[in-house]
């Protein structure tokens, strides 16, 4: 062979392998683990799930490459409402050699962590995952969990009370219900010096994970005149209970997520979760392309939104001011 051909065939050669790769890898099916706290799976479900966060994880990882069917396995799964089930449903999936694993609140995450911490983990919706141990920092999370967090300072929480008032000028005691570690985490901070400027008085109505008796007698005996919902993965999941206890009271609300005010709430102020599904699709691909969790920064949200159901509104005879109107997202009738 001459030195010409010999080039040739190492050129040829080196071209080649490249793309016996790329071959190789646009010929892999991924296998995505996706758990949820409390939706049934059917609301999960299809190429256009009900649930408004499968919907928008879908759909990113959609416009990203990723097919059912096709490139990808999308193992969905829920916990239904009953915490002690995140340990197995992590460990059944760990079982199924999946790549990634996708979770929507930071309890889950942590019941993920304990299970593996050899499977990349994706953070959807989470809160404080520094504090919570699954992240060093948000810049270099240094571990297996990565993705995005609802955090975005305590001076969102004096923004919702704020709200509020501007809803409920009448208002003068205000229940928060939340755990006591989250009244401890946000009270000094933000709540109470803007009760402080609105001339509001507010108490702790606390509950636990799965337990709101307590919470709901004592807002009762208490005469609240409107109630202050904590942001949380447990006041996601009884959103509904929450709601139908406001509705049976008259009892105007302010919550973190939209589908309470979809529910029957009055009105929500906070991040806007579809975006922050979109986002932890492009986490996935980034991880499936090679990138390590550790090395991939935490983000915060960066979208917004006010939503308030005027339905509600005229069932507990509330004229809401022309300028919060104006300033809302979303009205729902």
Same mark, same amino acid.
């Given at each position: 062979?001459?030195?010409?051909?010999?080039?040739?065939?190492?050129?040829?050669?080196?071209?080649?392998?490249?793309?016996?790769?790329?071959?190789?890898?646009?010929?892999?099916?991924?296998?995505?683990?996706?758990?949820?706290?409390?939706?049934?799976? @059917?609301?999960?479900?299809?190429?256009?799930?009900?649930?408004?966060?499968?919907?928008?994880?879908?759909?990113?990882?959609?416009?990203?490459?990723?097919?059912?069917?096709?490139?990808?396995?999308?193992?969905?799964?829920?916990?239904?409402?009953?915490?002690?089930?995140?340990?197995?449903?992590?460990?059944?999936?760990?079982?199924?050699?999946?790549?990634?694993?996708?979770?929507?609140?930071?309890?889950?995450?942590?019941?993920?962590?304990?299970?593996?911490?050899?499977?990349?983990?994706?953070?959807?919706?989470?809160?404080?995952?520094?504090?919570?141990?699954?992240?060093?920092?948000?810049?270099?999370?240094?571990?297996?969990?990565?993705?995005?967090?609802?955090?975005?300072?305590?001076?969102?929480?004096?923004?919702?009370?704020?709200?509020?008032?501007?809803?409920?000028?009448?208002?003068?005691?205000?229940?928060?219900?939340?755990?006591?570690?989250?009244?401890?985490?946000?009270?000094?901070?933000?709540?109470?010096?803007?009760?402080?400027?609105?001339?509001?008085?507010?108490?702790?109505?606390?509950?636990?994970?799965?337990?709101?008796?307590?919470?709901?007698?004592?807002?009762?005996?208490?005469?609240?005149?409107?109630?202050?919902?904590?942001?949380?993965?447990?006041?996601?999941?009884?959103?509904?209970?929450?709601?139908?206890?406001?509705?049976?009271?008259?009892?105007?609300?302010?919550?973190?997520?939209?589908?309470?005010?979809?529910?029957?709430?009055?009105?929500?102020?906070?991040?806007?979760?579809?975006?922050?599904?979109?986002?932890?699709?492009?986490?996935?691909?980034?991880?499936?392309?090679?990138?390590?969790?550790?090395?991939?920064?935490?983000?915060?949200?960066?979208?917004?939104?006010?939503?308030?159901?005027?339905?509600?509104?005229?069932?507990?005879?509330?004229?809401?001011?022309? @300028?919060?109107?104006?300033?809302?997202?979303?009205?729902?009738?």
């Amino acid at each position: 062979m001459d030195r010409r051909a010999f080039i040739s065939g190492i050129t040829l050669g080196l071209l080649a392998a490249p793309l016996a790769a790329e071959a190789q890898e646009a010929g892999k099916v991924y296998r995505v683990g996706l758990i949820f706290p409390s939706p049934p799976v @059917s609301e999960m479900a299809g190429p256009e799930p009900v649930n408004n966060g499968a919907r928008a994880f879908v759909r990113g990882l959609r416009t990203l490459g990723y097919v059912e069917g096709r490139n990808l396995i999308l193992e969905r799964r829920s916990a239904e409402g009953r915490f002690e089930r995140f340990a197995p449903i992590v460990a059944e999936l760990v079982g199924l050699n999946v790549d990634v694993i996708v979770v929507s609140t930071t309890p889950l995450a942590q019941r993920a962590r304990e299970v593996t911490t050899a499977v990349p983990i994706v953070l959807g919706v989470g809160a404080d995952p520094v504090g919570a141990g699954l992240a060093q920092s948000l810049a270099r999370p240094g571990g297996n969990v990565t993705g995005l967090t609802l955090d975005v300072g305590p001076e969102i929480q004096g923004k919702r009370l704020e709200l509020l008032k501007g809803a409920v000028p009448r208002a003068s005691r205000v229940a928060f219900l939340g755990t006591k570690k989250l009244w401890d985490a946000v009270y000094e901070t933000s709540i109470k010096a803007g009760a402080q400027a609105l001339g509001l008085t507010v108490f702790l109505a606390e509950h636990t994970p799965t337990e709101y008796t307590g919470a709901f007698t004592l807002i009762s005996r208490e005469r609240a005149d409107a109630l202050f919902v904590a942001h949380s993965s447990e006041n996601y999941a009884q959103r509904r209970l929450i709601v139908d206890f406001t509705t049976s009271n008259r009892l105007p609300s302010i919550h973190a997520f939209r589908e309470a005010v979809e529910a029957g709430g009055l009105m929500s102020y906070g991040v806007n979760v579809e975006d922050l599904f979109r986002r932890a699709a492009r986490y996935v691909d980034k991880i499936l392309k090679g990138f390590k969790p550790a090395d991939l920064p935490i983000e915060q949200p960066t979208k917004f939104e006010l939503l308030i159901n005027l339905k509600t509104a005229k069932a507990l005879r509330l004229t809401i001011p022309p @300028s919060l109107l104006q300033r809302a997202d979303q009205l729902i009738e």
